[in-house]
């Protein structure tokens, strides 16, 4: 799944469980970013993510409204289902309500 994601050119992919979710983001100054939330059952395209001042991350406004925000540190994370262990700690915001789990940057 990860390098599928690298040949479709997103350049940071985090997961996370209870419930399980994902966000892909692609490459640029204005990145795309892709949110599937609560198991898939919730979808969230932002067509042009800004890079967050003073933090490494991205927000954004999708198209019905909800305001997203993802927040990265680079610290090793676990995922708490797998014995997977990843290179950054990723918080992702989606309205008010907080998804916490791990990622990667691609091209690392």
Known sequence: ?????????????????????LVEVGQGETPMLHAELDYGAR???IAQAQSLSGLMGYAGTAADGTKVRVVLERKPCNDGMS???YPVDAMVDVGGTAYRGC????SE
């Open 43 to 45: 979808k969230l395209d």
């Open 83 to 85: 014995d997977a262990i």
């Open 103 to 106: 990622g990667r940057f691609l």
């Open 1 to 21: 799944v990860w390098e599928q994601a690298k040949a479709r050119g997103i350049a940071f992919r985090a997961i996370g469980t209870e419930p399980g979710w």
